[in-house]
Structure formats: structure tokens, C-alpha cells
């Protein structure tokens, strides 16, 4: 089962090889060395939290602000474990509990979709491949930014911004929720931290919180008055 699972991964692992080199790039231009891009790879092991991380690293936020926006923005893996875990065949929990580390969107959408159950050599073997597949480019990203000019190194860290913005445009386009959560999320963050003086860190975490609240409580509302009519 191990090799149906690697078999499984490698369309993950090549989807990962360019988002993991890009990380790399952009953790070089943030000023993170080799070893601490390579160790955020292995131990998060989750694209949009790294890619958050760096973010906050070149604002200059605390670590504890970056722990509780990565937890938040993470919280759906709960989810995708508890969902998983139905389909999970009858195994050691210390197994479990390994390859719940592993559980991506990706690799959580490639075992729900498997047929019948998954087993822990499965799930190991498709973990196996995609973890190795990001770690290793991480690192392969970094060195090349290496070697990249000055000038170019510098100019990534816009690049950073960029990526954020192509992931929100989608959303947009899709969903009218993610624009007003954009927006009330700005406004809020530019309020706290320019007028009322509270640390970047903790504006960022305020208004992603509150404004996803609210502008979901605001959802709910709208769709309520809809089923009234």
C-alpha cells in the first residue's frame, strides 16, 4: 500500500516542485537562511501558513502573532482530519496521529477521493513523496536566490504581495464575500495600527478575526432574510 500511496503523491509532489521553490526565493529575500527555510518546510509543512509567516516575518510581527494567525488560518485541518479519519482503517492511534501531520488540502482530497479505506502504509506513502517533494525544493529555492543579484533578491519580496493578491482576485471573482472580507479587513487594520497604535502583529490578527466574524455573521443574516421573503 505504501507504493499506491507514492504513486498517488506524485502529481502532488509536481504540483508542489514550483509553489516550494517560490518559498525558497521569497524566504531568501525576506533574509531567512537556508537552515530556518528548510526547517519552516519540515516542520509546518502547509504552503498558504509559510507563505502567510513570511509576510509577517518582513513587517516585523512577533512570533506569538505569527502562531495564532497560522493557527487560525489552519484551523480547517481539524476538519479535513476528522473527515478522514472516517474513512481510516482500524490502526494504531501513534500512526494516526503521524500522518495527521501530513494531511495537506491536496493529499486530504487525493485520500477521500481513493475508494474504500485508506491505510496508514497509504497515507504514509502519499505523505511520503509530497513532504520530500516540498521540503527538498524549499531548500533548492533558497539556494538559487542565492545566486540571484542583489537588486533581484530585493525585488522579490514584492513578488510576496503579488502572490497574495493573485490568490484573492479568484476568490473575488467567485464569492462577493471575499471582497468585503478584504476590504473591512483592510480598513480595520489600517485603523488599529495607524490610529489607535496597535502593534502590527496583533492589527493583523484583530481584523482578520473580527472581520471574518462579523462579515460571515452578516452572511448568515442576509441569507436568512432571503428564506423570510
Not at 526565493?25 to 533574509?31: E, I
Not at 472516517?86 to 503521524?98: N, P, Y
Amino acid at each position: 500500500m505504501f507504493h499506491s500511496g507514492v504513486k498517488a503523491g506524485i502529481a502532488i509532489a509536481i504540483g508542489y516542485a514550483p509553489v516550494a521553490l517560490t518559498f525558497g526565493l521569497l524566504a531568501k529575500s525576506t533574509g531567512l537562511s537556508i537552515v530556518e527555510t528548510t526547517l519552516m518546510s519540515m516542520i509546518v509543512f502547509a504552503g498558504a501558513a509559510q507563505y502567510i509567516s513570511l509576510n509577517l516575518l518582513s513587517l516585523g510581527t512577533g512570533a506569538f502573532e505569527i502562531i495564532l494567525t497560522t493557527f487560525i488560518l489552519n484551523i480547517r485541518h481539524f476538519l479535513m482530519s476528522a473527515s478522514l479519519n472516517e474513512k481510516a482503517e482500524r490502526e494504531s492511534l501513534w500512526k494516526k496521529a503521524l500522518y495527521a501531520f501530513g494531511i495537506t488540502d491536496e493529499t486530504f482530497s487525493v485520500a477521500a477521493m481513493k475508494e474504500g479505506t485508506v491505510s496508514a502504509s497509504y497515507m504514509f506513502g502519499l505523505i511520503f513523496i509530497s513532504y520530500s517533494s516540498w521540503v527538498i525544493n524549499s531548500a533548492i529555492g533558497h539556494i538559487v536566490g542565492a545566486y540571484l543579484p542583489e537588486n533581484v533578491q530585493q525585488s522579490l519580496s514584492v513578488a510576496l504581495h503579488a502572490m497574495f493578491i493573485g490568490l484573492l482576485v479568484p476568490a473575488i471573482k467567485t464569492e462577493r464575500k471575499a471582497l468585503w472580507l478584504a476590504i473591512s479587513s483592510g480598513l480595520m487594520n489600517c485603523a488599529l495600527f495607524l490610529w489607535l497604535n496597535v502593534p502590527k502583529g496583533w492589527a493583523i490578527v484583530i481584523a482578520t478575526i473580527v472581520s471574518a466574524v462579523v462579515i460571515q455573521w452578516l452572511a448568515e443574516k442576509g441569507k436568512e432574510t432571503e428564506y423570510a421573503q
